[in-house]
């Protein structure tokens, strides 16, 4: 079975710039979360999406925002981008109801 | 809130040595309980689990026990190899209203194993 994959791989944007990441979940997964990796701030949750819905949020600010489709992939856009915002952002899926999550490979955003 | 505190390292080890990366939580409620590893250049991969107290999580030698007396999840290994060389990231997972939760890490451990 195909783990979860992550588009694209790697981003270099400029500050006050957009953009969108996306994420196809395994098969069969309906859940798919999303979390932002830095050295400083370690790793910290965005969202979670549950079949289209957005069932948890984190501690960010508007300017990050998501969705999840109806064959369960996911994007999550960030606007409006600051230096800051560089990261590794990972996206995880899960089955309904089950705790376990599996994480794709991530996408790695420098915002200069 | 819910929080992981974990031994922020870098521990560097000589292969066969024995492993161990302490890790304590606070959390309301009964909380699961993970171990990711992070290899370089890569996404996170679980490592073990474990959902209630005195469960054992076990897998490719790593073990790690939840301790509800003393909040703990401590990750052990009796002889690590090169290959173990990895930062790794004890977590838990709380849930909310049928929700799966979200997981909550702490900063990671990174673990150098030398020849």
């Known amino acids: 079975k195909a783990g979860v994959t992550q588009t694209p791989r790697y981003l270099i944007k400029t500050r006050g710039q957009q953009v969108t990441l996306s994420c196809s979940p395994i098969?069969?997964?309906?859940?798919v979360s999303w979390y932002q990796q830095t050295p400083g701030q370690g790793l910290q949750f965005l969202f979670e999406y549950f079949s289209e819905t957005q069932r948890n949020k984190g501690n960010f600010p508007g300017r990050f925002s998501g969705r999840q489709f109806s064959n369960s992939r996911s994007e999550m856009n960030v606007s409006t981008l600051e230096l800051g915002d560089s990261a590794l952002y990972l996206c995880a899926s899960s089955l309904a109801q089950v705790n376990e999550q599996f994480f794709g490979p991530g996408t790695r955003l420098t915002v200069l | 809130g819910n929080s992981v505190t974990q031994m922020e390292g870098p521990v560097t080890l000589s292969e066969e040595a024995f492993l161990t990366i302490n890790c304590t939580y606070t959390?309301?409620?009964?909380?699961?309980l993970f171990w990711y590893v992070q290899y370089p250049g890569e996404g996170l991969q679980l490592l073990l689990k474990a959902t209630k107290a005195d469960d054992k999580g076990s897998n490719k030698g790593f073990e790690a026990t939840y301790r509800k007396e003393t909040t703990s999840f401590h990750l052990e290994k009796g002889s690590v190899q090169v290959s173990d060389s990895a930062v790794y990231f004890c977590a838990l997972s709380e849930r909310r209203g049928g929700s799966q939760g979200n997981l909550i890490f702490g900063k990671g451990t990174k673990l150098s194993v030398k020849p």
């Open positions: 098969s069969g997964h309906r859940s």
């Open positions: 959390a309301t409620g009964y909380p699961s």
